[in-house]
């Protein structure tokens, strides 16, 4: 009489409570997905470091170095501030192709419009003489879903009117 009865009614509550218990993590997988399918590039350990260049042939300024595995992307960006001169001068880009802006009379933003294939180079040099005292630092940023795994990302140059160093 008790499953005739319950045929009737429909549903019992046992099977709709485990019927619940069972899409709750069908539905929690599915919110998930999105989250998982988004995905970030790792492009590796580049480098960045500061260079003296050579006085009277060859400005300070800083090199990029993409890592052996992967290429850097269009839109990376080099900020180069300097300090103790009213300004960095001109950067020239060599080895890549990149776009740079002034931001400042002592602020510079590169940014590469075209990737940097792996373990390629590009360098950006200052008309700045290193007979005369400054600093310049530079921070690479990558674009947005992109990581550079062990990555060196700052630079410096540091001339004193006598020694230049860099890092």
Request: glycine share 10%.
């Amino acid at each position: 009489m008790t499953e005739e009865i319950q045929k009737e009614k429909g549903f019992s509550r046992r099977t709709v409570v485990k019927g619940a218990a069972w899409s709750v993590p069908v539905i929690a997988a599915a919110v998930a997905t999105p989250l998982a399918a988004a995905s970030v590039a790792d492009v590796g350990a580049f480098t960045t470091a500061g260079t003296c260049g050579v006085l009277g042939v060859l400005g300070p300024g800083f090199t990029l170095t993409a890592s052996a595995t992967a290429p850097l992307p269009i839109g990376t960006t080099i900020t180069i501030t300097g300090s103790g001169v009213a300004n960095i001068g001109v950067f020239s880009v060599t080895g890549g192709t990149a776009s740079v802006t002034a931001l400042s009379n002592t602020s510079r933003l590169i940014t590469l419009t075209s990737a940097l294939p792996a373990g390629a180079t590009i360098a950006f040099r200052t008309t700045l003489s290193i007979s005369v005292a400054f600093t310049l630092n530079e921070v690479v940023t990558l674009p947005a879903d992109y990581i550079g795994t062990g990555a060196k990302t700052t630079g410096s140059v540091n001339s004193t009117l006598v020694l230049c160093s860099a890092s």
